[in-house]
C-alpha cells in the first residue's frame, strides 16, 4: 500500500468531515465513520456503525439499516444531519434529504462518496451556507457537490 496516499486519503474525506461538523455546523450528527469527527467534538455523534453506539449496533440487522429503525434513532438522539456513504445505507429514511456529497480518492476510504443528509429541515439555509463556506477550504483531490433543491423538493 501506498502510506503517503493511504494517509491524504484519511485527510481528504474523514479528516474534512470532523472540520465540517466542528468548524461549520456544529450540530448532532449520525456518521458512519466515527474517527476524526468525535475526535475533540462535544457535541452527540450517533455511530450508525455501533462502535460508539451500542442501541446503533444493536438495531442493524446483518449489517443493513431499516429505514424505520434508522429514523427513530436518528429522531430519539435529536441528530440534525448525517454523513454516511450511500453503500452502507442504501435506502435512506423518507425524510433525510441529500443536501450534497464528498467526493475524494479512495485508497483507504470504503467509498469515495460521502453523503450529507439533512434531518431537521428548519435548518437548511444553515446549512447549505456552512456547506458552501466549507467546499472552499476543501484541499486539493476533495470536492463538495451540492445537491439542488429543485432535486429534493419538500
Known amino acids: 500500500m501506498d502510506i503517503p496516499k493511504a494517509s491524504e486519503n484519511i485527510y481528504q474525506q474523514q479528516y474534512q468531515m470532523g472540520r465540517f461538523v466542528k468548524e461549520y455546523f456544529p450540530e448532532r450528527v449520525a456518521v458512519n465513520d466515527l474517527g476524526w469527527v468525535s475526535f475533540k467534538n462535544d457535541l452527540y455523534v450517533l455511530d450508525l456503525w455501533g462502535l460508539g453506539s451500542e442501541e446503533a449496533r444493536k438495531l442493524r440487522n446483518n449489517d443493513v ?10 429522531r430519539r438522539h435529536s441528530v440534525v444531519f448525517a454523513m454516511s456513504y450511500r453503500e452502507w445505507i442504501p435506502d435512506v429514511p423518507k425524510n433525510w434529504e441529500h443536501v450534497a456529497t464528498l467526493e475524494t480518492s479512495q485508497i483507504t476510504s470504503a467509498s469515495p ?29 476533495a470536492t463538495l457537490h451540492m445537491v439542488s433543491r429543485e432535486a429534493n423538493p419538500l
Open 113 to 141: 462518496f460521502v453523503f450529507f443528509y439533512l434531518l431537521d429541515l428548519t435548518k437548511r439555509k444553515e446549512m447549505e451556507n456552512a456547506l458552501e463556506r466549507f467546499s472552499e477550504t476543501l484541499p486539493e483531490g
Open 65 to 74: 439499516w431499516k429505514p424505520d429503525d434508522l429514523a427513530s434513532i436518528s
